[in-house]
Every structure is written in C-alpha cells, then in structure tokens.
C-alpha cells in the first residue's frame, strides 16, 4: 500500500517541499500508526526543509505535529483501531514525518484529543503547547511570581502565557501592539509592545519564545530563571541566572493534561488557515511571508 507524504531531499525554500509516493509505514512494537486528518505546519518543519538542522542528503520528512484516528496498533501499544488522537512526533532526520496520509508514532507519545476540537484545531495543539508547558517547568516559578513571555502572540508564546496564568503566575507579554486584547484575554496581566525598553531586572524568569536572547535576559533578575527555545543559542549566564533552552520532548501523558485543557477552555488552539496535502509547498511559502496569527493547517 503506498501513501502522499511531504519531504525534502534537496534543502532549500518552500520549492524544496516534495509530495513524494512512499509505502504506507509499519508499526513496529510500542508504536501506532495514526491515519492523518490533519497536521498543522510549524517554525521547525520550515527550518528543516530550509536544511537548518543539517543532514546527509538522505529524503527528510516534514510534519512533527498531528491529529487523527490510530488505524494500526504494534506489539505492547496500549490503544485500539479508531481512538481519536493528537500526538507530536519529533526527529530532525526521520525519512516520514505527519504531513502524509499515515504516520507512525510511539504509543506514549498520543493522547486523547480533545472532545471539543475538530481535527484541524485538535492538531495545532501537541508541539505549541507542550513547548509552553515544558518552558515552564523549566523555568520552575511558584505561583505569585513575574513571568516575561516574549513572543506572546507566537504559537508557543501564547500558550506560555495561558498556561503560566493557569499556574498562578503574573504574566507580562511582550508582542505586537495588536496582539494586546487577544494576550489580556488568555491571561497577560501587563502588556509590552514590542519595541518597548524593558525594565532591567523586573522579573522573576522570561520564556523567550520570540528568541531574543541577551534583550530579554536583562529583564530578569539577579538569581532568576530564562528559558530560550534555540538550544545553543541562549545568552550567556549572569548575575546568578539560571539559563536554560528547550527541547521539546513527546510526552503522551503531558499532551492528554494539555487536551483536558483544552476542552475547559485554559488551552486555546488557533489556526489561521488550511491547505491540502498537495499545497504543502504553498503553506511553507504562506509561513515564511510571517504576520500568522495561529497555525497553518496541512490535510491530507
Ligand atoms: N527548542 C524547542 O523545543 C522549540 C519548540 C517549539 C518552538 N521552538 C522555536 O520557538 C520559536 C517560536 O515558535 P512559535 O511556533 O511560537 O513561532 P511563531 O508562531 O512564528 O511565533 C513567533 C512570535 O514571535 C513574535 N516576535 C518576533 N520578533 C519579536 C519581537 N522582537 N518582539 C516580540 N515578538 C516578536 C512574532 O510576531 P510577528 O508575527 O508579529 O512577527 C510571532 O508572534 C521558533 O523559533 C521555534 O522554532 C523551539
């Protein structure tokens, strides 16, 4: 049985997207093979097929985030044909990736998706959120403390700041002027546009999800905790702060907490538009130009 899958062999720009004809993957034990309803389109799947994580020249597949139905089950996974699921699968240099008819996923890196959500809202949920959700562990702030989330409208912005208002901390985001209402409504007690000074050492810890390093280490105080999202890239430790980057791991546990919240409202999935399968290359074109509120959709 062959499927439509999107890879890459040649890096390059969205022209380097390829909707190739591959076998239909196998499950092997502890994994599931989900059949793709849709699969939103990430900064990662744009820096992969751009060739920023390198490779041999081998096909690559695109897609880390999906939303589906399991359709096949291997030796010691725990689901059955039919569950209704979200899941993310990572890998810089995976030959399949989710955007593709079928994907093929470890058992406990799936959840329930949410009641609530239809497919296409249900798959921009997995790596944004558990990003924002393991930003914060990282940062290891008590309830009551001041957050910075820069990057606050971006995907994993977002969700940082409505899950760090859920935990009880005070939240400062920084982002467009246009974004104030949206960022208020999810949880932001105060807002900074971005071409704002930034207070100096006014803030307990900083998610920067907007990556701008050392202009959003000032902010935080002596002893207090950044958390980037370019591993290697972070700025360089001072003042006692403790510096960290993410890299954001599959967790099913983790992303069915995530799809709960969802459905009550405190997690809130936006999707900004949808292309089919075949216009993946258009996708990456429409994400490269910026200015998305929300994911973009992939469906096979
Ligand atoms: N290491 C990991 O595990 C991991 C996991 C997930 C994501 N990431 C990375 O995290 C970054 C954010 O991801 P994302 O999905 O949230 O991207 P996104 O949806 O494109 O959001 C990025 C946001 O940053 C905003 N921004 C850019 N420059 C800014 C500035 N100077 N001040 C304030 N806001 C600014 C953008 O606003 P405009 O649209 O107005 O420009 C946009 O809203 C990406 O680089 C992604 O690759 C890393």
Redesign the pocket.
């Known amino acids: 049985m062959f499927m439509r899958a999107a890879t890459v062999s040649r890096f390059g720009g969205p022209e380097a997207v390829e909707i190739t004809k591959v076998p239909v993957p196998e499950p092997g034990p502890g994994q599931v093979r989900v059949k793709v309803a849709a699969a939103a389109l ?3 799947d744009a ?1 992969m097929r751009a060739g920023v994580f390198g490779g041999t020249g081998e096909r690559v597949g695109l897609g880390w985030d999906v939303a589906g139905t399991v359709d096949s089950v291997g030796p010691g996974a725990h689901w059955s044909p039919g569950d209704r699921v979200i899941g993310l699968a990572t890998g810089h240099h995976t030959p399949l990736g989710t955007h593709a008819e079928y994907a093929v996923l470890p058992a406990d890196g799936i959840a329930p998706a949410p009641e609530t959500l239809d497919d296409i809202h249900a798959s921009a949920l997995p ?2 959120a558990l ?1 924002a959700a393991q930003a914060l562990d990282m940062a290891g702030l008590r309830p009551g403390q001041n957050l910075l989330v ?8 977002a969700h940082t700041v409505e899950l760090a208002h859920h935990r009880g901390l005070k939240v400062t985001a ?3 002027a246009r974004d104030e209402q949206f960022l208020r409504s999810r949880g932001a007690e105060h807002f900074l546009p ?1 071409d704002a000074a930034l207070p100096s050492a006014a803030f307990d810890g900083a998610v920067d ?4 390093g050392e202009a959003a280490l000032a902010p935080v105080r002596d002893g207090g905790a950044y958390v980037g ?3 290697g890239q972070e700025p360089a430790p001072e003042r006692d702060i403790r510096v960290d ?4 791991r599959a967790d099913g546990t983790r992303l069915a907490e995530l799809s709960r919240l969802a459905d009550q409202g405190i997690v809130l999935a936006r999707v900004a538009g949808t292309f089919p399968l075949a216009d993946a290359a258009a996708a990456h074109a429409r994400l490269t130009e ?3 509120r929300g994911r973009l959709v992939i469906v096979p």
């Open positions: 990430n900064p990662v820096a790596l944004n990003s820069t990057g606050a409208a971006g995907g994993v912005g920084l982002a467009s971005r999800a907007a990556v701008l999202v370019w591993p980057a993410l890299d954001v910026g200015g998305l």
